[in-house]
């Protein structure tokens, strides 16, 4: 089916681990974003990426890494995971000018 | 509009009343707004947007409204369902960008049948 989707849907980890949330759209949309929700912040920007290999840092980019190899996947990694930052993550695409898409989200928790 | 801590503004209605969520934007030089709404547990779903050069514009159901002058911004939706129980919330092209949006934190709409 067409749209964006994100995996995996839920993820637990541990303090000092790598972990990857994934991203694919299929709209073959140039933009791509990462945000995260908190309570009491609304969503914030992690990183954004306007093609492949175009990325750039957002409202809260440290601890974060991304890379954009294919125009149609763009992935988050937690070099070393820590407690502030579990949270629910939201992948978006747009085309410039036009309305973000959102995935259904990752829900990440830090222990 | 915007809210504090943890507390979202909420509005309550019943089922076949009209609904209007206001949202105030910060950027005077914002040309873009989107609304979007975000039921429990899925991610922000668009419902409609609108440029600076317009006033108003209708959707299914929905209309915004848009105020540069107080910079203001707001959803109207008409007889509104218990399916649109849901977080309300604007985003902004704060600074004129065309893809980074400002989001407010949102108000919760909850619809009694």
């Known amino acids: 089916d067409a749209g964006i989707t994100q995996s995996p849907r839920y993820k637990i980890t541990e303090t000092g681990r790598q972990v990857t949330l994934m991203c694919h759209q299929t709209w073959s949309h140039s933009y791509m974003f990462w945000y995260r929700q908190d309570l009491g912040h609304g969503l914030r920007l992690i990183y954004y990426s306007a093609a492949a290999d175009i990325t750039d840092k957002g409202e809260v980019p440290d601890g974060y890494v991304v890379s954009r190899s294919k125009t149609e996947n763009f992935p988050l990694t937690l070099e070393s995971a820590t407690r502030s930052q579990t949270s629910v993550y939201f992948c978006?695409?747009?085309?410039?000018?036009?309305?973000?898409?959102f995935g259904p989200g990752t829900r990440l928790t830090v222990l | 509009g915007e809210s504090v801590g943890l507390h979202l503004p909420t509005l309550s209605v019943q089922e076949g009343d009209n609904s209007i969520i206001n949202c105030a934007y910060s950027?005077?030089?914002?040309?873009?707004f989107i609304w979007y709404k975000q039921e429990s547990g899925k991610g922000p779903q668009f419902i409609i947007d609108?440029?600076?050069?317009?006033d108003k514009r209708q959707g299914q159901r929905v209309t915004v409204l848009l105020n540069k002058t107080v910079k203001h911004l707001s959803l109207q939706i008409a007889a509104t369902q218990p399916g649109d129980s849901a977080v309300y919330f604007c985003?902004?092209?704060?600074?004129?960008?065309?893809?980074?949006?400002?989001f407010g934190k949102g108000t919760l709409l909850t619809v009694n049948p």
């Open positions: 609108i440029r600076s050069n317009m």
């Open positions: 950027n005077s030089a914002s040309d873009y």
């Open positions: 978006a695409s747009s085309e410039p000018t036009a309305p973000q898409y």
């Open positions: 985003a902004e092209n704060s600074g004129g960008s065309n893809y980074k949006l400002t």
